[in-house]
């Protein structure tokens, strides 16, 4: 089992910049990929990133590509994100996910954190 916490959220505005945190607990993590998703209202979860655990490879949606970065410190078991130029479109929940790489693209996230509001206004 994997447990993951997410913090850092809030309101901030267009431009803005603003870092989410996830904690992670529970079983050795080496083999994990460790993702970000975001959900706006009445709209479908959307794939922001991810990073190897073990390799800190990361690769990103179109969306937030040149603007947000994932990183991962191994020592503390933490996974960020780090958003850049903040856009009112960028207004969701964020969602920290654990998982596998299972064939080609394809990766399964078993463990999912409770969230965290992040608010762009304009």
Request: glycine share 12%; charged share 15%.
């Amino acid at each position: 089992q994997v447990q993951l916490v997410e913090s850092g959220g809030g309101l901030v505005q267009a431009g803005a910049s603003l870092r989410l945190s996830c904690a992670a607990s529970g079983r050795t993590f080496s083999s994990l990929h460790m993702g970000w998703f975001r959900q706006a209202p009445g709209k479908e979860r959307e794939f922001v990133g991810r990073i190897s655990w073990s390799s800190g490879q990361t690769s990103y949606g179109d969306s937030v590509k040149g603007r947000f970065t994932i990183s991962r410190d191994t020592a503390k078991n933490l996974v960020y994100l780090q958003m850049t130029s903040l856009k009112p479109e960028d207004t969701a929940v964020y969602y920290c996910a654990a998982g596998f790489h299972t064939s080609g693209s394809q990766y399964r996230y078993d463990y999912w954190g409770q969230g965290t509001q992040v608010t762009v206004s304009s």
